[in-house]
């Protein structure tokens, strides 16, 4: 049985983004190692970390838009899982799993040869180079 609930966290981004993403990370109870970023309802990622820790990444977000909790997971295959932070349950779940793996697979200019048959993609292929609502789920 799931007990966990959809919740919605809001975030100031108008601070360092290091910042930013430590709030999120602590906020959402992420491990230090775990990778993640947010991404819009189309399924575009922000890329958090691919900016410098000091820098303000306020013009990256609309002011009240929606933007999702995304954990990528690099399984030891090297293949890497798209995980909204969402209820399984919830519609949004296997629709932001796919815009989002077709956002990396456009992102990284990969071709279908480079993903797997359950859908993950392959790590080597991943580019490590006002408010805004943040849904979760704990």
Do not use: W
Request: glycine letters at 2%.
């Amino acid at each position: 049985m799931d007990i966990c609930t959809e919740k919605t966290l809001l975030v100031n981004p108008n601070c360092p983004v290091r910042i930013m993403l430590e709030f999120i990370r602590k906020k959402c109870r992420l491990a230090i190692t775990t990778q993640f970023d947010l991404c819009d309802e189309s399924g575009v990622m922000k890329n958090l970390f691919s900016y410098p820790t000091f820098q303000y990444v306020t013009q990256q977000f609309e002011h009240k838009k929606i933007y999702y909790l995304i954990v990528i997971k690099v399984e030891t295959d090297k293949m890497i899982s798209v995980l909204p932070q969402l209820s399984r349950d919830n519609k949004l779940y296997v629709e932001l799993q796919t815009k989002v793996k077709k956002y990396i697979h456009g992102y990284s200019g990969l071709d279908s040869s480079q993903h797997t048959s359950s859908g993950k993609l392959r790590s080597s292929m991943i580019d490590k180079n006002h408010h805004l609502s943040l849904h979760t789920h704990r």
